[in-house]
């Protein structure tokens, strides 16, 4: 420490947990959007840091589809236990019931853009103001463009060609009313950064992303794990396979990379070497070249 | 593991659109494999699709709908690359005189600016620009990158004319480091690997001067400055009495035993821990997220300052200001505005709109009525409470201000402190 540099990692630690703390200070009721996967664990762990030693002072959101890895649910489950966190769930399931949303039909039906709606209805009923998410910038094209502070109008849209500008690290969180915020703390970080300082801090994460057997369908090159929420077409076969998940998002659409890296350092070594991005097997993102870009304006994640 | 023990280095580029800034971009991440597989299967099909005959790498970062169908960069992009020796942000502005504000957006948080220049075309006005854009903003350490070198038959003079016509004109700004580099980016002569085709050239290549450029002088380690973010109180059993002031420290080193003084109360104590986590810090410095208590019970919140006894900054109301105009609409003197700087914010009024600068000639524009989008201007502030600031020179952190629109909340304006 004598020439007062701090490594990449603490640098990329110091800037979340300062726009978490800007969150907690700038908004009336934050709240934070828990998936179960490693990034918003990630966040999660960052904020229990940046309030430590009092409480997170403010309640995880989950958007339940319905379609979860059981294994996230558990998960999610025992760190809200854990850290003593208040947890609000918003069920796909019931906005369907309830007329709200409408269920995709077909063979490649997913739930991810009915997401959209449970998440406007949840942050609508808790009057949230500032929705903090694990997305990255250096995930998908258009989140490379959006801000740490990210505003939405009253109906929750983003408007990319409007954004405001952000300079040295001063965060303009202020909003009329109906407005909110979508914030994103970890923007910086990349694939290996989170990896990296999940080892540094050994931060647990659900099995789903160590290697393990499974049961899977191989769509359009897409493993996906067989279960009751995916139809089997013509010509499909169930095939035992080895593998880990890069993401954790809903079981019908999330792919999955054949893998024997059981450990972290086995995981990172492999992400050193793959030659395709960690969406690369999301379904979600290969419906159009912008796909991305419009769920987001509509009020996506 | 060594990889966890690399400086993060944040470096801006500016350029327009046929200048090979994309090429050069796209030759950092491709060279130092950060381009994935599906990444270049999408920009090599999507650049199919629209005639193109080679693959267009622009359409790596610019990602907006709107930005594809244009072909320009209209936004700040972010990119990422690591090497074994540091890890790199790029922040990827339009260089074009209408797109000032987002230059200036991502030269507010880099260590580094390269500079494209053409080396058949040698300085243009947009050099001028981006190196004056580069010095307003303090950034510490430049590199400029003559490209092209390709299409001059790598000719030593043409390359030592623009370095000479460079350091006439930037003589006059005061950046403290420049360097200077001839390249090809579409061949990729110096960028990563040195060049065969220019013997004449003794200097390192681009990818070695990120790589050991030396940045850990950049953020000032002399004046002790500590915006408070929030009091953490966490009212348990175990911790009734904790006061735990959160911030991320903008200068200076500080070490638990320090005599510090708050602002704006002027109250005199002793560091007592800095930790965070529970973990104990030794020395905390910039830009260090931290959590810190003191030995007596000082009533501090958000916005307050803790410095060290014996070093203050300016405490004042009266702000002068270089300030980049960001919104479409233009302001007068006499507007009142909410003036964001480090943790705290006030209400202020513009009283006096100095003068506008030419950014391409440098040259100051008197008696001006109002200043508008992308224009860099002098303004005199008030607030409506004292701010603790210092010159935007001696801490970009502490001198640096966001001027916001009191009825739409937009930010309207970015200011350095004089």
Not at chain 1, 223 to 249: D, P, W
């Amino acid at each position: 420490m004598s020439n007062y540099v701090i490594n990449h990692l603490k640098e990329l630690e110091s800037e979340a947990i300062f726009v978490i703390r800007e969150i907690a200070s700038q908004f009336e009721n934050p709240v934070l959007l828990f998936s179960g996967g490693k990034d918003s664990i990630l966040l999660t762990h960052l904020a229990k840091k940046a309030f430590f030693p009092a409480k997170i002072p403010f309640p995880l959101i989950h958007i339940d589809t319905g379609h979860n890895f059981p294994e996230t649910i558990a998960f999610r489950d025992e760190l809200v236990e854990k850290l003593g966190v208040k947890l609000i769930v918003g069920s796909v399931q019931e906005a369907i019931d309830n007329g709200r949303a409408k269920e995709e039909t077909g063979a490649d039906a997913s739930r991810n853009s009915l997401q959209i709606v449970s998440l406007l209805d949840t942050l609508e009923a808790y009057k949230v103001d500032a929705a903090m998410g694990g997305a990255r910038r250096d995930e998908e094209k258009a989140r490379a463009k959006e801000r740490f502070f990210s505003h939405r109008d009253e109906f929750g849209q983003w408007d990319p060609k409007n954004q405001r500008p952000e300079l040295w690290n001063l965060f303009n969180g202020r909003k009329n009313y109906g407005e909110h915020f979508r914030v994103f703390p970890i923007s910086n970080w990349t694939e290996m950064d989170v990896w990296e300082y999940i080892k540094l801090e050994n931060i647990d994460l659900p099995s789903l992303y160590f290697s393990h057997q499974r049961d899977c369908v191989v769509r359009d090159g897409v493993i996906l794990a067989n279960s009751e929420f995916i139809k089997l077409k013509e010509n499909e076969e169930v095939v035992n396979m080895t593998i880990r998940y890069r993401t954790c998002g809903d079981m019908p659409i999330t792919g999955a990379v054949e893998s024997e890296a059981d450990t972290l350092d086995k995981i990172i070594e492999e992400i050193a070497t793959t030659r395709t991005t960690e969406r690369g097997g999301r379904a979600d993102d290969k419906r159009a070249e912008t796909a991305m870009e419009d769920r987001k304006k509509q009020g996506y994640f | 593991m060594d990889y966890q023990d690399i400086e993060l280095l944040r470096f801006t580029t500016a350029g327009s659109v046929d200048d090979g800034k994309s090429t050069l971009i796209g030759r950092l991440l491709y060279d130092s494999k950060s381009i994935f597989q599906d990444q270049l299967d999408a920009v090599e099909a999507s650049s199919k699709s629209k005639g193109f005959d080679y693959v267009d790498l622009s359409l790596l970062t610019d990602g907006l709908k709107s930005e594809r169908e244009q072909g320009i960069t209209i936004d700040v992009a972010y990119r990422y690359f690591a090497t074994p020796k540091r890890k790199f942000i790029i922040a990827d502005t339009p260089g074009h005189i209408q797109y000032t504000r987002n230059m200036v957006t991502g030269a507010s948080t880099a260590n580094l600016a390269i500079i494209l220049i053409d080396a058949r075309k040698g300085m243009l006005e947009q050099t001028h620009r981006h190196a004056f854009i580069a010095s307003l903003l303090r950034i510490p350490h430049a590199i400029v990158c003559v490209n092209k070198m390709d299409l001059v038959e790598y000719s030593e003079d043409v390359y030592n004319g623009i370095v000479s016509d460079f350091k006439a004109f930037s003589s006059k700004l005061g950046i403290s480091d420049i360097q200077f580099i001839p390249i090809s980016a579409l061949n990729g002569d110096n960028v990563v690997n040195r060049s065969e085709n220019m013997d004449w050239y003794g200097g390192s290549t681009l990818m070695y001067h990120l790589e050991t450029v030396h940045i850990s002088s950049d953020h000032n380690l002399v004046d002790c400055r500590f915006p408070i973010q929030s009091v953490i109180r966490p009212h348990t059993l175990d911790n009734q009495d904790y006061r735990g002031f959160a911030g991320r420290i903008d200068g200076g080193v500080f070490k638990p035993g320090d005599k510090v003084r708050s602002l704006p109360s002027g109250f005199v104590s002793t560091i007592k821990t800095i930790e965070l986590n529970g973990e104990q810090i030794a020395e905390a410095f910039a830009p260090m997220s931290v959590t810190m208590t003191l030995e007596d019970e000082i009533d501090n919140s958000r916005g307050d300052m803790i410095v060290r006894e014996n070093n203050v900054p300016e405490v004042s109301q009266d702000l002068e200001v270089l300030v980049t105009w960001m919104s479409t609409k233009p302001i007068q003197a006499r507007t009142k505005v909410v003036i964001k700087h480090t943790t705290n914010e006030s209400i202020g009024m513009v009283k006096e709109l100095k003068y506008k600068i030419d950014i391409n000639t440098l040259h100051r524009i008197e008696g001006i009525d109002k200043v508008e989008m992308n224009d860099i201007a002098r303004l005199s502030i008030r607030t409506a409470k004292p701010l603790f600031y210092d010159a935007y020179k001696k801490n970009r952190q502490t001198g640096s201000i966001i001027i916001i629109d009191e009825q739409t909340n937009e930010t309207i304006g970015a200011g350095m402190i004089i």
